[in-house]
């Protein structure tokens, strides 16, 4: 168990190490990293000293170790655009992406689950085939477009909910829902194949011949096995997240990370790219690793190991 | 239908499928014949025409057109060409390196097993799609970086399975015969073991074309994908946006496009893991 922690960890180390690497490469294999981290309105004299800041007549080995360093140190680099200090603009941007992020996976959740259970316990029936046929059209349908329709619908035709910025409550329905709904539909379908799966098992076959009440094979037995592959699942979930977190905040104008990733790119800012990119992935990265944590400890059958 | 209902069931979900990217296939072939008009004239006295159903559309536009008069219909069509070309290409690229790594990692095994599983473990929760932001940053958008970007996530999903196959199949009679007649490990895998996980790797890639053509779509949405004015589906959506109000059908059509496309390819990849491999079900 411990030796199993020792070796999530040393992955997650890896992958973060990997992580720095590409991007610091990224930097020095497009020319000159100056003109980059610089951007267009730079002098000489800011030239001279990021040269000096940054070792660059260093070899590279070196410079990736004061690169690192400094990345450890919370120093992203400045903006190149406004002069800010990147990991500044991160921290004060990073709330707005995290409540979205939550109240959608909140929904995605919350909703996924009694679905998913209902669709597998009326397998073939009216039920199942409409929560599937649902699930199926949500995945299918793209974040960025769902989120346009809605403010159509709800802010400008029905006026009732507000169509993005960062007002009251109201204001998360329309993004929240527009991200949730992608992992609505990918939490339905997980949970009613393995519901499924597991309704199908001799343990399942033996409560019922014991006499086991139906609804008590469906919530302790079945549904309590299904939860594992919702467990692994959220690791997948949040890496896709990211990518949808900035199509949706870009769609509602929401004050986060993603928004500000868009502008970075509409304005070839790099310093922000790129510490933007280290932020999300380091936090994807950690994730994971607790997932597969917490998912050791949830499984008996790896637990015991 | 006859010869399909032989290989499998048959039904309307399946049915759908299969017309949707016969359809699909066919546009993206034969594209620029087929498109009534130039997909990037501008015509300012044709700006914001509705589709043929509304009041005042007329068959002349039967999709509408755009803010500067451009026929939806016609970028829709070439549009077809440029989101399979780059899909499939990440498709293949993705399928062959997580093929051979696969093949590699499962036949070996060992320490080079260990580091080939290790990078996929760290390729599939990683959101690699940031990195093709920070290329998109770095060299401009351009279709390549989505082929790089998703295909440095797919070749994982590849890897595992294929190495896992591999792992069951080598302990296989045939191929301690072969390697007894003295085949090289590189015979062994090009005649004994690519062969066999082909069918496999074909319907895997079968079930992430949806995902991939979603991904390209968000990419070119936020302007890290392919650039303007090449009419990409998500592309499509990111300049109607503005227009959404005045004319719904602008971003509408390019969304409903994706929307049918990737469901049909899902659709599809379902249908063929059911009928020939149902053990990817786990996947």
Known sequence: MIGLIADRLLQAALALLLLSMAVFLLTRATGSPLDLLLGQNATQEDYARLEKELGLDKPLAVQYGIYLVRIVQGDLGRSARSGDSVSALILDRAPASAYLALVATLIAFVGGVPLGVLAAVTRGRIWDTAITAATVVCQAAPSFWLGILLIDLFAVRLNILPAGEFEDWRSIVLPALTLGLFGLGGVVRLVRTSMLEVLDSEFVKLARAKGVAERDVVMRHALRNAMLSVVTYIGIYFSILVTLNAVVEVVFNWPGIGRMMFDAIVFRDFPLAQGMVLFAASVTIVVNLFVDIAYSFLDPRIRRQ | ?283
Do not use: C
């Not at chain 2, 008009?37 to 009041?55: C, G, K, Q, T």
């Not at chain 2, 949806?210 to 302007?223: C, D, K, N, Q, Y």
């Open chain 2, 1 to 283: 239908m006859k010869a399909l209902s032989r290989l499998g069931r048959v039904n309307w979900a399946s049915t759908f499928a299969i017309g949707v990217v016969v359809l699909l296939v066919s546009v993206g072939l034969f594209g620029q014949w087929i498109a009534p008009y130039d997909p990037n004239a501008a015509s300012l006295s044709a700006r914001l025409r509705p589709p043929v159903w509304a009041a005042g559309g007329s068959w002349t536009y039967p999709l509408g057109t755009d803010p500067v008069g451009r026929d939806i219909l016609s970028r829709l069509i070439v549009g077809t060409q440029i989101t399979l070309a780059v899909s499939m290409a990440a498709l293949i690229v993705g399928a062959v390196v997580g093929t051979a790594l696969g093949l590699i990692a499962g036949y070996f095994g060992g320490v080079v097993d260990k580091v080939i599983m290790r990078l996929a473990d760290v390729a599939i929760g990683f959101p690699i799609i940031l990195f093709a932001v920070l290329l998109a940053v770095v060299s401009g958008p351009r279709s390549e970086n989505i082929v790089i970007s998703v295909a440095l996530i797919l070749w994982s999903r590849f890897a595992r399975v294929v190495r896992a196959e591999v792992l069951s199949l080598r302990e296989r009679d045939y191929v301690a015969l072969a390697r007894v007649s003295g085949a090289s490990s590189g015979q062994i895998i090009r005649w004994h073991l690519l062969p066999n996980v082909l069918n496999t790797v074909v319907v895997l890639a079968s079930l992430q074309i949806g995902f991939t053509i979603l991904t390209e779509a968000s990419l070119s949405f936020l302007g890290a994908g392919i650039p303007p004015p090449a009419p990409a589906w998500g592309a499509m959506v990111a300049e109607g946006r503005n227009y959404v109000v005045q004319a719904w059908w602008v971003p509408t059509m390019p969304g409903l496009a994706i929307l049918i496309a990737v469901l049909a390819f899902n659709l599809l990849g379902d249908w063929l893991r059911d009928t020939f491999d149902p053990k990817l079900r786990q996947v």
